[in-house]
């Protein structure tokens, strides 16, 4: 059974970092592309980074620059790390298991202004 879980959310003033953990149970991350993706109060869900297999990255063009995703093969986890947050990116944020039915619960971003 897979399954994924968050971490790291919270409440952060404009301007400041945040670090996201997904760890993974019953799948193997390094072999498969994960993704971040978030979603708003009565918005639909969006892109924010992913990873492949191979390590290559992509990022929305509204956190270029200020997200970097990473993965750690030897804890099963990926990570998300935003800098210079803004009001804008208060969400819930999601991993998920790119090509699958596999996300994780979420967890709260806020950013106040």
């Known amino acids: 059974q897979v399954q994924l879980v968050e971490s790291g959310g919270g409440s952060v003033q404009a301007g400041g970092s945040l670090r996201l953990s997904c760890a993974a149970s019953?799948?193997?991350?390094?072999?498969?592309?994960m993704g971040w993706y978030r979603q708003a109060p009565g918005k639909q869900r969006e892109f924010v980074a992913y990873?492949?297999?191979?390590?290559?990255?992509d990022y929305a063009d509204s956190v270029e620059g200020r997200a970097t995703i990473s993965r750690d093969n030897a804890k099963n986890s990926v990570h998300l790390r935003m800098d210079s947050l803004k009001p804008e990116d208060t969400a819930v944020y999601y991993c998920h298991v790119l090509g699958t039915i596999h996300w994780g619960q979420g967890t709260q971003v806020t950013v106040s202004s």
């Open positions: 019953g799948i193997i991350l390094s072999i498969n592309g």
């Open positions: 990873i492949t297999g191979g390590g290559s990255t």
